[in-house]
């Protein structure tokens, strides 16, 4: 891993993820009722319930509006969640006010080019190994797995290793 990511990974306090293509693999399910179904990954749901044993706060900033966000949200113990947000910015500045956060605080995952002002912003980014290429310029690193099949998961380790908070959440030493 390279040096400068796991220096940026140390200083992390807030995780912001955007949810389809990110927490999910970016496939919309409509039901024949008009539900919306949406599949998420188990791996990265423990990869968030670690960062907030750890006292990392993760926050979802997402363009859509879905029942099953809030579900999810709710499952994960995650209380900033932001939908049909279309300025992501606005809410990373609350959200930088809130818990006390400089940009170097923060890591962002994303995966299109609605995430590009985040990705300028955030101290640490990241994107899916299926983003889309201007995402995929713009992040220091891009994971070696999809969105919504281990991405998150793969971010939320590196996080917790360099804070050092890997042992006390994980159970596991590294010895």
């Not at 990511?5 to 693999?25: F, Q, Y």
């Not at 990392?56 to 099953?68: P, Y």
């Not at 900033?80 to 605080?105: A, D, P, R, T």
Request: neutral net charge; aromatic residues 6%.
């Amino acid at each position: 891993m390279d040096k400068e990511i796991i220096e940026k990974a140390g200083n992390i306090k807030l995780l912001i993820l955007d949810v389809d293509g990110v927490m999910t693999d970016g496939s919309i399910i409509l039901d024949n009722d008009g539900n919306e179904l949406k599949r998420f990954h188990v791996r990265d749901g423990h990869g968030i319930k670690m960062l907030g044993r750890a006292g990392i706060v993760t926050a979802i900033i997402t363009g859509r509006k879905s029942k099953v966000v809030e579900l999810r949200a709710k499952e994960l113990g995650i209380k900033e969640v932001y939908q049909k947000i279309f300025v992501k910015s606005e809410i990373y500045e609350k959200l930088l006010v809130k818990y006390k956060c400089e940009n170097e605080n923060v890591a962002f995952m994303g995966d299109d080019v609605v995430d590009q002002e985040l990705f300028k912003r955030a101290g640490l980014t990241a994107a899916p190994a299926d983003a889309e290429e201007s995402a995929k310029k713009l992040a220091d690193m891009i994971s070696s797995r999809n969105g919504g099949r281990g991405a998150v998961r793969e971010f939320t380790d590196i996080i917790l290793k360099a804070t050092g908070k890997w042992n006390k959440v994980s159970g596991e030493s590294l010895g």
